[in-house]
Every structure is written in C-alpha cells, then in structure tokens.
C-alpha cells in the first residue's frame, strides 16, 4: 500500500505549525537562529528541532567548563547539529510531530522513492509555512536558517544544504554552506 505523501503533508504542516509556536513562547526572550526538520536514515520518523544563541552559549559553556572541551570544531557541532539543540517538539506536554512521526513510522513502504517523497514532502511543509511568514518576515527571518537533516547518516550534508537552498534566502544558503568552513577536518 502506498503512503500518502499528500494527506500526510497536510498533517504535517498543521503539527509542524501548532509546534513551533508553542517551542516559540518556550524559548521567548531567546534569539532564535535555526530550527530544523530532522529524520533518521529511512525517513522513518521526524521530529522539530530549533536552537537559540542563548541555548548555544550554555551548551559552549557546559563543554567548555563541565567536560574540558573548547575548540571551534565542537562549537560548530554544537551550532548545526539538531541533536545537540536544547529544544524540540519532545519537550511540549501536547506536541502534535510525534503522532505525525507515528504515522511515517506505520508506513510500509521505506524504499528509496518513498525515502525522496518525504523530503520533498516536508520541504514543502517547511516551504508553506515559510510562506505564511512563520519563521519572521525580512531581517528577522534572515537571522533564522531553515533546513532538514538526517541523522547518522552519510547523506546529512547534502541533505541539510539542498534543504538550506530550497527554504532560505540566498543569503542565508551561503552563510550555512559555509557553516564548517575553517574548523579543519
């Protein structure tokens, strides 16, 4: 049976919607920088994730003076990888993505196909709400970079910066590229 892609887009952008105004009055007085739609490698499950400047800086500062560690490197990861941010959908008492990630998860089919038509899928999602001015309009949308992700996953770059060109002003798009640029390998 095939999933359907359409139905589910509409669900998707309703929880994405409900969930990200209920993430935005959890982080009020913070500054948002990024928020992201993450999956895992089949495109079995997905949930929201947004980090703040805020968030970022008592994450720096736990590694930094909790575990020892200060080096570029770790503050880039700690900037760009979702699961490292301090919020998701997972801290709402009623968040709507996780019935939605049921629902992927239910689906029969993971094929590769299938794999295609959920980022193409959640990247109209994200898209729509973009529209709808969600995410802010002029400067303070600039501030705020959109994208998928993948987990674990050798396809997480290519993912997260196709995403990054399709949902964000260009400006934006080239300040993510360059998001590791000069932390070495």
């Not at 900037?79 to 239910?106: C, H, I, N």
């Not at 995410?135 to 770059?157: N, P």
Request: charged share 30%; proline share 2%; net charge negative.
């Amino acid at each position: 049976m095939t999933f359907a892609f359409e139905e589910w887009k509409e669900e998707l952008t309703e929880a994405l919607r409900a969930d990200f105004k209920a993430l935005s009055k959890r982080i009020a007085g913070e500054t948002l920088y990024a928020a992201a739609l993450v999956t895992d490698s089949h495109a079995g499950s997905v949930y929201l994730g947004v980090h703040t400047e805020e968030a970022l800086r008592r994450r720096i500062d736990y590694c930094k003076n909790e575990v020892g560690i200060d080096t570029p490197s770790i503050a880039a990861a700690l900037r760009w990888t979702p699961d490292e941010w301090e919020y998701s959908d997972g801290d709402l008492a009623e968040g709507k993505m996780p019935q939605v990630s049921r629902r992927l998860f239910d689906r029969e089919d993971y094929s590769i196909e299938s794999q295609a038509a959920f980022y193409e899928t959640a990247s109209e999602a994200l898209r729509r709400l973009d529209d709808e001015e969600l995410f802010g309009t002029g400067a303070a949308r600039e501030a705020v970079t959109l994208f998928l992700s993948v987990t674990d996953d050798d396809r997480t770059d290519e993912v997260e910066n196709y995403s990054a060109k399709l949902l964000n002003p260009e400006a934006v798009y080239r300040r993510f590229l360059g998001r590791f640029d000069g932390i070495g390998g």
